[in-house]
Nanobody
């Protein structure tokens, strides 16, 4: 069974940092683009950051550029999202997803593409509050 498991969420003060992890089981991430998405209460899910299978191509939402960094360690079958300078508006459930066909740009930017992604995790809650 193909599974993605997110971890690393929690409560953090504004200006703080968290690192989210997305670990795969049942398959290897080597040939998959990975995306981080988030959904805040009352809002639609949005693409946060995506990375190609090789790690050579990345995409970031304008709202997180310069603050978040996506990376992957294929040897550990894990993708990370380092989140710095967190803001209250970053509060959301964060999900990772994997797909072997889509491009990084399509995955992160085209909302309709989300419905076709092959594997989704269950999400991890990030709360930014003082």
């Amino acid at each position: 069974q193909l599974q993605l498991v997110e971890s690393g969420g929690g409560l953090v003060q504004p200006g703080g940092s968290l690192r989210l992890s997305c670990a795969a089981s049942g398959f290897t991430l080597d040939y998959y683009a990975i995306g981080w998405f988030r959904q805040a209460p009352g809002k639609e899910r949005e693409g946060v950051s995506c990375i190609s299978s090789s790690g050579g191509s990345t995409n970031y939402a304008d709202s997180v550029k310069g603050r978040f960094t996506i990376s992957r360690d294929n040897a550990k079958n894990t993708v990370y999202l380092q989140m710095n300078s967190l803001k209250p508006e970053d509060t959301a459930v964060y999900y990772c997803a994997a797909d072997s066909v889509t491009t990084v740009q399509a995955m992160c930017v085209i909302k309709e593409e989300q419905g076709y992604l092959e594997v989704w995790g269950q999400g991890t809650l990030v709360t930014v509050s003082s």
